[in-house]
């Protein structure tokens, strides 16, 4: 499984939002550049990096200084935020990017964001599904910031990307972001079940080394690991070494 250790810049530093809130903040870096060389010499392949600006205002804001970041590393850079054309797309590959991360289009404009994973491959694209879980157990994409609901469950907004179209997929339970109370192993599991064709990257929640071979026992792909290596839970090399 490969450990996404992921820096969100806000203004050019790092910091981590609990829940995705922007009320609720902690920064950790004043340099960005310095936070990404540290995890490649712990033995990161990949880092991962939002533009927390771009998110927030629906276009890019950073893409220029992710650019940067993605020219000065060996590392291969996963990053979105902000991207809501083919042009934000081509701009960050053009850049250094590896992969660019596709959010709420995703679920909204299904066959735009098809038509990209048909122009520039589905090895360049990440197709994140943000998803609040009901009481009923119902997995429902989140837009806007998280502050609505899709019309309709996650299952049905990946079957609108059928097999052999998409790759790769960052599926986040916005209840456990940042909250470090652990991944949704149940959600993840089941995304694995009826989607077998797909490489799942977890997201939300990661506090424990335990957490981490849970989800690559269940046959994640990938994890997202933020708020437990800024606060000292462990470090991404040691998260690396447990999942190897």
């Known amino acids: 499984m490969i450990i996404y250790p992921a820096i969100d810049l806000r203004e050019g530093v790092c910091v981590r939002l609990m829940h995705g809130r922007f009320d609720q903040v902690t920064q950790y870096d004043d340099n ?76 909204t404009k299904p066959d735009e964001v098809a038509a990209w994973l048909a122009r520039f491959g589905p090895e360049r694209l990440t197709l994140a599904f943000d998803v609040r879980v009901g009481e009923d157990g119902v997995p429902t994409p989140s837009l806007k910031g998280w502050t609505e609901a899709a019309g309709f469950d996650l299952w049905s907004a990946l079957d609108r990307y059928p097999a052999g179209t998409l790759s790769h997929v960052l599926i986040t339970d916005v209840g456990r972001d940042g909250a470090l109370t652990g991944p949704n192993l149940d959600l993840l599991g089941e995304a694995r079940r009826r989607r077998p064709d797909l490489k799942i990257q977890a997201s939300g929640g990661v506090s424990s080394l335990d957490d981490l071979t849970a989800a690559a026992a269940i046959g994640c792909d990938g994890a ?21």
């Open 224 to 244: 997202i690991v933020g708020r437990a290596i800024y606060e000292g839970r462990f470090t991404a090399g040691q998260a690396i070494e447990a999942t190897r």
């Open 32 to 107: 960005p550049a310095d936070r990404l060389a540290g995890f490649v010499a712990e033995g990161a392949t990949w880092v991962h990096i939002v533009d927390l600006d771009g998110a927030k205002a629906g276009k890019a804001v950073q893409h220029e200084l992710i650019g940067k970041l993605a020219a000065g590393t060996t590392a291969s850079i996963q990053s979105g935020g902000g991207v809501r054309t083919a042009e934000d797309v081509e701009r960050l590959v053009d850049a250094g990017v590896t992969r660019v991360v596709v959010g709420s289009l995703a679920v």
